[in-house]
């Protein structure tokens, strides 16, 4: 298990990731050009920022509007398992429709971000998945009008 001190990037480091997160697809011969360092040298940093999992995965972003998955839900949930037990988000990110379960303070156990097709496939969800969950209490349902900003880049420090 990789500490936090083992997580202390310099700037060579915080360079590289937002050039990554910029364009996962760039080149090791770019990234060193950019840098002005050897390529050997940027790939040894590369694997050494995946070995300490600060770069966790490279994918690539689709429209879901593309996939015909158009609605946009956050699900605020309560559950009987209590924070002591991960029944129930287990089961939620098991859900292929769930794209995040977030445990939260508050009235409510967890937020999830869902996308489905249209409203009949968001109640379905609800009905046959959600309902299958032993420990779910109750919900409350947000349906997104319009995303105005939505992205996962993180804000890398300029040091």
Request: neutral net charge; contains cysteine; aromatic residues 4%.
């Given at each position: 298990m990789?500490?936090?001190t083992?997580?202390?990037?310099?700037?060579?480091?915080?360079?590289?990731?937002?050039l990554m997160?910029?364009?996962?697809?760039i080149?090791n011969?770019?990234?060193?050009?950019e840098?002005?360092?050897?390529?050997?040298?940027?790939?040894?940093r590369?694997?050494?920022?995946?070995?300490k999992?600060?770069?966790?995965?490279?994918?690539?972003r689709?429209n879901?509007?593309?996939?015909?998955?158009?609605?946009?839900?956050?699900i605020?949930?309560?559950a009987?398992d209590?924070?002591?037990?991960?029944?129930?988000?287990?089961?939620?990110s098991?859900?292929?429709?769930v794209?995040?379960?977030?445990?939260?303070?508050?009235?409510?156990?967890?937020?999830?971000?869902?996308?489905?097709?249209d409203?009949?496939?968001l109640?379905?969800l609800?009905?046959?998945?959600?309902?299958?969950?032993?420990?779910?209490?109750?919900?409350?349902?947000?349906?997104?009008?319009?995303?105005?900003k939505?992205?996962?880049?993180?804000?890398?420090?300029?040091?």
């Amino acid at each position: 298990m990789i500490t936090e001190t083992e997580l202390v990037l310099d700037k060579t480091d915080l360079h590289i990731l937002r050039l990554m997160q910029d364009n996962a697809r760039i080149s090791n011969a770019d990234l060193a050009r950019e840098l002005g360092m050897a390529p050997s040298g940027v790939l040894e940093r590369v694997k050494k920022l995946e070995q300490k999992n600060v770069i966790q995965q490279y994918t690539a972003r689709i429209n879901p509007v593309a996939l015909q998955q158009k609605m946009l839900a956050f699900i605020f949930l309560k559950a009987s398992d209590g924070p002591r037990c991960n029944d129930t988000a287990i089961a939620l990110s098991k859900i292929p429709e769930v794209q995040e379960v977030h445990h939260v303070a508050g009235d409510y156990c967890y937020l999830v971000k869902v996308r489905t097709y249209d409203s009949a496939s968001l109640v379905h969800l609800m009905r046959n998945d959600f309902g299958n969950i032993p420990n779910l209490l109750s919900t409350r349902t947000t349906i997104v009008l319009e995303t105005v900003k939505e992205q996962q880049q993180l804000v890398i420090p300029q040091n």
